[in-house]
Structures are given as C-alpha cells and as structure tokens.
C-alpha cells in the first residue's frame, strides 16, 4: 500500500488506485467523498467520468447542491474496490458525512474525514472510530488551545439570546454556514425555543435534504427568527472559530474534533502511525510525537507502507 496527500487523499493498493475527497475526480479512478462540504467535493463533480461513492445522506445533499448519481455507501457494511475493501462509518460532523475504513494487503487504514465525537442534532450519530494500522486524521484544531465548550451549553445560551432578542422587540438573526451549520440552528430553535425560523432561499433548498430531521421553518423573513448562509451586520455567528471572541452573539457550536477529541481519536484507533491533514496538521503531528505517537504531516510525496 501506498498513500500520498495530493488530489485529495490518494490510496494505491492490489494496483489500484481510488482518490478520497479530491479536488478533481479522474476518468475511471474510484473517488469517496466523506461529506457535502465544497471543499470535499471535486470541483468536476458534474462532468465526473468515475464512480462516486457517497453514503445516502452525502447524495441527498449532493443531489440538490450539483445533481449527479452516486453510488450508495450503508454504514458499518462493507464494499469492495478490486481487492480493496471499504467501510464507511458515521463521523458526526454533517449529515451523511463519513469516515472509512480500508483493509488491503493486510494493512488498515482510517481516514476520519472531518469528524465530530460529540455528534450534533441532524447527523446519524456521534463519529464512530476504527481501529486501525494507520490513521489519517484532521487536525483543522489541532492546539491545545482550542477545547470547545458543552455544545449542550452553547445551543441553550443561542436559544436564550434569540429569545431575549425576540422579546425585547429585535428581529434575530443568526448567520451559519449554508450545509449543516445552518440545519443545526434550525433544529436547535425548533427544539429550544417557540420562536418561528425563516431561512434564506439557499437554506431552505439544502434543508429539503434533511427532511428526516423534520426541520420547521418557513422561507418568509417576517418570522420570528432568522437563519442566513451570508455574513450580517449584527448577526449572530455559530462557529467553532468564535471560541475567542467577546462578542456576546458569538456562538463556539463547532461541527469539529477539538485538540482534546483529536486526542481521544488517536487514543481509540490505536494505530501505529498517525498521518494528519488540514489546519493545524504540522503542528499536531509535532505535538503526536512528543508524547511519543509517531506522526506525519501527510504531504503530495508517496509514502510506501
Ligand atoms: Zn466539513
């Protein structure tokens, strides 16, 4: 086997190669992608002449934002590619994302994608973690500094300020990205609070993949609050990145592994390398080996394993 960061994560193994969330998919190259954000998707996902493998969720999403047809990946069940077997595992970052597993010529190996252990309230479950040889892992909050608080504990305090903000005769308004931030502020205020939810045109389109969360908001701006993809004045911000900020409508509600579960991910795959990509990946490798882990910031060169 070998591995190399370059068009996305690219596996060779039993001479053959498949491409993990590339940036351009390859004429008869097996591509996975692990979820709907754009920077996953490869940017020809339109005109791809490859099998795209995607898990029911990620195809929903995908289907509304480009179109296309997918091959379905079920979760915890096994596919093969040649002599390359596959698993997608829920990886609790956005609905349908995945992280998958990949046994071939003895060796293991779990990419985790983006990844989230504390799940939120419109993905399957909580991420699931392999154990494996080798991982390849995010790091987008790969320092110390970064330890989120109880997500239970920022979606209540959202809830709180959107009503306070209701009641005191402002209109509020809560800006999140457009592929899973945003289904999470709806189905947090729906559950939260009595207040009516609008959302922008382009929410309520991928919102209609979401339909099994059973989402209630309306598309008309007169409700009572208001969830938009684009950044406003004075709108409420819900990022992960919002962990240091003193405004009081910041909101640290991250669909991401902080250092701390990045840890814990290491601790529960158990490999014998760990490879990291995105964000602080140099960093957190660093960090990886001096507790004695050993660890790669995973470049474009490939790596014989
Ligand atoms: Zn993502």
Not at 165 to 183: D, M
Request: proline content about 4%; glycine content about 8%.
């Amino acid at each position: 086997m070998r591995l190399r960061y370059g068009n996305g994560l690219e596996v060779e193994c039993e001479g053959r190669r498949i491409l993990i969330d590339p940036k351009v998919s390859l004429e008869g190259i097996p591509t996975l992608i692990s979820h709907a954000h754009s920077d996953h998707v490869p940017r020809n996902l339109r005109t791809a002449k490859s099998d795209i493998f995607v898990t029911e969720g990620t195809s929903y999403i995908l289907r509304r934002l480009y179109g296309g047809n997918y091959k379905i990946l079920h979760y915890n069940e096994g596919f093969e590619i040649g002599r390359i077997e596959v698993y997608a595992f829920p990886s609790g970052h956005i609905f349908g994302s995945a992280g998958f597993l990949i046994n071939c010529e003895g060796i293991s190996l779990f990419y985790t994608g983006d990844v989230n252990p504390r799940g939120g309230l419109t993905v399957e479950s909580p991420a699931r973690i392999a154990r494996s040889d080798l991982l390849v892992m995010e790091a987008t909050y790969g320092l110390p500094r970064f330890r989120f608080p109880n997500p239970e504990v920022v979606r209540s305090k959202l809830a709180r300020w959107a009503v306070k903000e209701a009641i005191e005769g402002r209109f509020p308004v809560i800006s999140a990205y457009l592929v899973g931030k945003s289904q999470e502020v709806i189905a947090l205020l729906n559950r939260y609070t009595n207040l009516e939810v609008s959302v922008s045109k382009r929410i309520a389109d991928v919102s209609e993949a979401y339909e099994k969360f059973g989402l209630r908001y309306v598309t008309d701006r007169d409700s009572m609050a208001h969830v938009t993809h684009r950044a406003e004045m004075n709108a409420a911000r819900v990022t992960g990145w919002a962990l240091f900020s003193k405004r009081e409508s910041d909101f640290p509600l991250s669909a991401h592994a902080d250092f701390y579960d990045l840890l814990s991910i290491v601790e529960h795959s158990n490999p014998r390398k760990v490879f990291t990509v995105y964000g602080f990946s140099k960093e957190f490798a660093e960090i990886l080996k001096k507790i004695g882990i050993e660890a790669e910031d995973l470049r474009d060169t490939w790596i014989e394993l």
